[in-house]
């Protein structure tokens, strides 16, 4: 099984600050990684696929880099409804495996 | 709109059975794999189960095989998840979601809003 090791658990930032969330694959996955946002109460939502595509409608403060085993999702400029959990996930072996989570919130 | 509405979800004694329902809209239901996570009280998520678009394919979380099959009825535009056996550490949120494209093994793209299971006593 696939392990996503995503850190720091959490970051603690101010809106307008840059974040930068690491996702790190236990084996290489080439580029079939996915970043999720849930905010509490909701269900998760797309944001990045196969690495470093957005998804419909997602804004363009909202990257996704990386190959292999390390991939990094950055938000250029934190708005308010930014804050949030946000989710790696791999698509390259079964099972299909989510990393742990990293907790955005605000500083 | 794309819509995915679950439902059957509730308590059930540890070993009892539930089966879940997704029923999907505003897209070409019978096009796109399909899955279902789930997300345990205050945890993270975890991948459960997905089936192709033509319900050929199925594959399933080391967790859960063996005691919880997925199923479609594209004619229904409705998806499944029948759970044997429950166990209390079954106990979550359960998402139906579809998939970005028609291979069971793809990301998803669009979340119902959960229904969630209780396993007690």
């Known amino acids: 099984e696939i392990v996503l090791t995503q850190s720091p658990g959490t970051l603690s930032l101010s809106p307008g600050e840059r974040a930068t969330l690491s996702c790190r694959a236990s084996?290489?996955?080439?580029?079939?990684l996915a970043w999720y946002q849930q905010k509490p109460g909701q269900a998760p939502r797309l944001l990045i696929y196969?690495?470093?595509n957005r998804a419909t409608g997602i804004p363009a403060r909202f990257s996704g880099s990386g190959s292999g085993t390390d991939f990094t999702l950055t938000i250029s400029s934190l708005e308010p409804e930014d804050f949030a959990v946000y989710y790696c996930?791999?698509?390259?072996?079964?099972?299909?495996?989510f990393g742990g989570g990293t907790k955005v919130e605000i500083k | 709109e794309v819509q995915l509405v679950e439902s059957g979800g509730g308590l059930v004694q540890p070993g009892g059975s539930l089966r879940l329902s997704c029923a999907a809209s505003g897209f070409s239901f019978s096009s796109y794999a399909m899955t279902w996570v789930r997300q345990a009280p205050g945890k993270g998520l975890e991948w459960v189960s997905s089936v192709s678009d033509t319900g050929i394919s199925a594959y399933y979380a080391d967790s859960v095989k063996g005691r919880f099959t997925i199923s479609r009825d594209n004619s229904k535009n409705t998806l499944y998840l029948q759970m044997n056996s429950l166990r209390a550490e079954d106990t979550a949120i359960y998402y139906c979601?579809?998939?970005?494209?028609?291979?069971?093994?793809?990301?998803?793209?669009?979340w119902g809003q959960g229904t969630l299971v209780t396993v007690s006593s």
């Open positions: 084996q290489s996955v080439i580029t079939y």
């Open positions: 979601a579809k998939g970005v494209l028609a291979v069971a093994g793809t990301f998803v793209d669009y």
């Open positions: 196969d690495a470093s």
């Open positions: 996930q791999q698509r390259h072996y079964w099972p299909l495996t």
